[in-house]
């Protein structure tokens, strides 16, 4: 670390400042068995959904034995978890007679899968950095989603307002006004904190609600509203603000996904490699022992929550100029909501966010290809999700379950102290 | 199919067009299958599953998935698509639109409703103001100030401006809430008779007439009877709309091979739209209206009597 606790201001304060660099800097738990946790308890609520899954199909209970039964149940979870892979990566031998067929667009058509779940995953990396991000800070953003919806409509206004630039110029013009409107959205909340001590949890759920019911009103006035439609639906954005897409092979996978990648980097190295990442993860784990250090609280507080919303702003721009291209009421579809998922899920840690995204676009891209097939509902993924959390949350009750030994610090990652904190 | 974001349980157009799959599968004995949207998002991915999946025919619902339907019928120019709500122009020879001319039968709710009503007052509102909703809503406009013209009568409609295309909306098709507190505030103006063309969101607008006990109201798209049993008692009547008839006779096409696209318009002449029928009511509604509304009826199909409400215009009550 380059932060020494002697030559910041307050030499006499520096025995505080060394609990906080301690708490900072301590060794992390074993990422392995952490890795661990998350896997069991991705199978355990594997094996709990599968129970919903055959308990909710009735030739299940009317089979006249068991042995029907339990060969019912079998084909049904199989079935679906199969449709649930093939959808995620794809099926092994469609993919290599794709590939072996020798023409373009038929070879590309083995990767849709892939594709699809690239296209799911990008915009939870962006959200689940924002909750990370605040998450290290000792801030818990929950209002990613009005944050979404603010950058989406940033980024589709340039995207469809201005004009004559090329792609280089409008592209980035667009991203960045995603990224700053969304700024603004963690910016307000951020400053209320460090000002009132207005919780941000408060502040940014009523944030969200009022994103929500502007895009309401922006999508029908003239500025916005696509000509010749009485409904909420915006201009489609300049072919110069779209972000590049394989749609030439009908792939959908555009150049969100790189940027997400790029993102992510610069928030670990933020994080970890920065004075200002310091001062983040310092004033998460303990903001009176940060303050006594000389930490300026409030003017973290206020960086970490506009950086936070800026994140979650760029997953709007990159819903609406790489998959929608327009922007109508309702495109965030709770992206902002499962950044948290996506964080804790992540362990707060910027990999782990992008490992977590990943998989829960997989399972999104999956479970169309699994109720398509099999007529499992897709909200049984929702269950999957639900549960996984739940046992991440609980990791105590996974080592119980697989007996594992306890590591001290296993526990979840800095998180937001809770009211009042 | 792949439904919009009202599900396969909205008790309305979704409903409607996946009882239509359903139909098929019983007379026809094909298979059938069906997505959910839960946004915007989810049309492509979930139009692309089907089109994997080699289904026969893909029938997408609602007038929000027309311009997905049209991107995705290019792509795939041999897939055939049927589409709910929507008709293209010109047509799209391997998409059939599916649309109905609802403002013809919402004229005969419309008469019906000014015909009932005691206290001279009947409310409309709609889920989101796109065509396939506000054409209700005009010709429900339209058969009241019909109504005040052949009975001299001063019936007001709340909830929708047909000059100004504008009015009450949930702003969505699911928020019961909504639906109850738009249409709280429309017997508080001094409506009796209700009309929501919101799917789902009517059922917060049922909740709210049963509780205030002297309203009554009609049901939309589907035959609320049959979709909404628990409130048949509050229906005068539902404005149908033929959507199960129409996918399913798509799917048959589909099937035997007859497949064409193009654009099918439902209207009374034949039989895509109507009425449904009175239930509870049929003892209740005055003989003479009945006469009436089938002498309109027979107007309509014949051209002498206009559905568009600014024909009639000049008998809205102030």
Redesign the interface.
């Known amino acids: 670390m380059s932060e020494n606790p002697d030559q910041k201001p307050g030499r006499n304060r520096a025995a505080a400042a060394r609990d906080v660099i301690q708490s900072v800097i301590a060794p992390q738990s074993s990422i392995w068995s952490s890795v661990l946790v998350v896997v069991l308890a991705f199978v355990t609520a594997l094996v709990v959904s599968a129970v919903f899954i055959v308990v909710s199909d009735p030739n299940v209970i009317q089979a006249p034995d068991l042995l029907t039964a339990l060969n019912v149940a079998w084909q049904d979870v199989s079935g679906a978890y199969g449709g649930l892979l093939t ?1 995620a990566l794809g099926d092994p031998s469609t993919i290599i007679a794709k590939l072996s067929s020798g023409d373009a667009k038929v070879a590309a058509s083995a990767f ?1 899968p892939l594709s ?1 779940t690239v296209v799911a995953a990008a915009p939870l990396v962006f959200t689940g950095l924002a909750v990370a991000l605040g998450f290290r800070a000792g801030l818990f953003n929950i209002g990613g989603e009005g944050q979404v919806i603010a950058g989406g409509l940033a980024a589709g206004f340039v995207g469809f307002s201005v004009h004559g630039l090329t792609g280089f110029v409008e592209l980035p013009l667009a991203l960045l006004a995603g990224f700053l409107v969304g700024m603004l959205w963690g910016f307000i909340p951020g400053l209320l904190k460090a000002r009132t001590g207005a919780h941000e949890v408060i502040t940014t759920i009523m944030l969200n609600y009022v994103a929500i019911y502007l895009t ?1 009103y922006f999508l029908n006035t003239t500025l916005f509203q696509r000509p010749g439609r ?3 639906i915006s201009k489609v954005v300049d072919s110069a603000a779209m972000l590049p897409s394989l749609a030439a092979l ?1 792939l ?1 996978v555009h150049a969100g996904a790189l940027l997400a990648v790029a993102v992510a980097v610069a928030v670990y190295f933020l994080l970890w490699r920065t004075t200002l990442g310091f001062e983040f993860r310092a004033v998460g784990a303990n903001p009176d022992a940060s303050r006594a250090a000389g930490i300026g609280v409030g003017r973290v507080i206020v960086v970490a929550m506009s950086l936070s919303g800026g994140l979650a702003g760029l997953a709007g721009a990159n ?1 609406i100029l790489g ?2 291209y327009s922007v ?4 965030s ?2 992206l902002g909501f499962d950044g948290i998922t996506v964080a804790l899920l992540g362990r707060g840690n910027p990999v782990g966010v992008v490992a977590a995204a990943l998989l829960f676009g997989g399972l999104r ?1 999956g479970a ?2 699994m ?3 099999t ?1 499992t509902p ?1 909200d049984i993924v929702q269950v999957i999700e639900a549960l996984v959390i739940m046992f991440v949350a609980a990791p105590a009750l996974i080592r119980a379950i697989f007996r594992l030994r306890a590591v001290r610090g296993i526990g979840a990652p800095t998180v937001s102290p809770g009211w009042g904190g | 199919m792949v439904t919009d974001t009202g599900g396969i349980d909205d008790r309305s157009f979704n409903a409607s067009a996946y009882l239509g799959e359903q139909n098929a599968k019983k007379d026809l004995g094909v298979q059938i299958k069906y997505l959910s949207s839960t946004s915007a998002n989810d049309y492509s991915p979930n139009v692309d599953a089907f089109v994997n999946q080699k289904c026969g025919l893909i029938v997408t619902v609602g007038f929000l998935m027309g311009d997905i339907t049209q991107t995705k019928a290019a792509t795939n120019p041999t897939q055939k698509f049927a589409i709910v709500d929507y008709s293209y122009s010109p047509a799209i020879n391997n998409v059939l639109g599916l649309t109905y001319q609802t403002n013809q039968d919402g004229f005969l709710g419309g008469y019906l409703a000014a015909g009932m009503s005691k206290t001279g007052a009947v409310g409309t509102f709609g889920g989101i103001n796109i065509p396939t909703v506000t054409i209700y809503m005009d010709g429900f406009a339209a058969g009241v100030y019909y109504y005040n013209k052949q009975h001299s009568a001063k019936v007001k409609v709340l909830g929708w401006n047909p000059a100004t295309q504008n009015g009450s909306f949930s702003g969505d098709f699911t928020s019961q809430d909504k639906g109850q507190a738009i249409a709280n505030t429309e017997m508080q103006q001094g409506a009796d008779v209700i009309f929501p063309v919101a799917g789902n969101v009517g059922l917060g607008a049922a909740a709210a007439v049963q509780a205030n006990g002297k309203a009554t109201m009609e049901w939309v798209d589907t035959d609320g009877c049959v979709s909404a049993p628990q409130y048949c008692s509050l229906f005068i009547t539902s404005v149908n709309k033929g959507i199960a008839a129409s996918v399913e006779a798509a799917i048959k096409a589909a099937a035997d091979g007859s497949f064409a696209g193009g654009n099918y318009v439902g209207t009374l002449a034949n039989g895509g739209v109507g009425l449904a029928p009175y239930h509870n009511f049929d003892s209740k509604i005055p003989s003479a209206l009945k006469t009436e509304l089938d002498t309109i009826k027979q107007g309509i199909i014949g051209g002498s009597i206009s559905v568009d409400p600014k024909a009639w215009q000049s008998y809205a009550a102030a």
């Open positions: 959808g849709y699809e309401y009485t409904d909420p009908n959908r819903i998959v929608q109508t009421p309702g495109f579809s709770g891209a169309v290809q109720q398509a097939a007529s897709v």
